[in-house]
């Protein structure tokens, strides 16, 4: 019921965050074609089957302030949302997409597998900041995130991957 008339019907959110200033965040995954992106957002049209999308609402949750697509040619979803002190978003999910975007300092530039993704978005929906696929051989989903102090995020999630990538000295 929250959602403007111009989301309604297009969108399902599976996360929110709420900044400081009043404005909302959401996140989620759309099927639509004319899923309604701001010009200057960092993917302005679909490009596969199910999109992940991000988008910021103002404080009377009426109008847009940004909103963007996230996605490859394939399926992608978005699960988990967190926002830093900056105001920059942090996006979780699951993607099959090989060419869902990721940044050259990537963790992991190639899929393998349905894996889960973290992407980080500026503050006004227009970069991304690093994105990188998260996964082993299997399938992976990322079901939740925070980001601490130091702007890390950390990820929950499930795999079925015996080769999942994890630091031994934790």
Do not use: M
């Not at 490859?72 to 996006?91: F, I, T």
């Amino acid at each position: 019921r929250f959602l403007p008339a111009c989301l309604r019907g297009l969108a399902l959110v599976s996360a929110l965050a709420l900044s400081p200033n009043g404005s909302v965040t959401v996140a989620g995954t759309t099927r639509s074609r004319n899923f309604p992106v701001t010009p200057d957002g960092f993917q302005t049209q679909p490009r596969g089957g199910r999109e992940a999308f991000l988008a910021r609402l103002d404080g009377s949750v009426q109008d847009l302030v940004f909103a963007t697509l996230l996605g490859g040619s394939e399926d992608d979803q978005a699960h988990a949302l967190a926002l830093d002190a900056e105001g920059c978003a942090y996006v979780a999910g699951r993607t099959l997409s090989s060419d869902f975007p990721s940044t050259l300092a990537a963790f992991d530039r190639q899929r393998c597998g349905a894996d889960a993704f973290v992407t980080k978005v500026s503050g006004r929906g227009r970069t991304l900041l690093y994105s990188t696929f998260l996964g082993g051989s299997g399938a992976e989903d990322a079901r939740s995130l925070v980001v601490d102090g130091a702007g890390r995020a950390v990820v929950v999630g499930w795999t079925q991957s015996l080769d999942f990538p994890f630091d031994p000295g934790v």
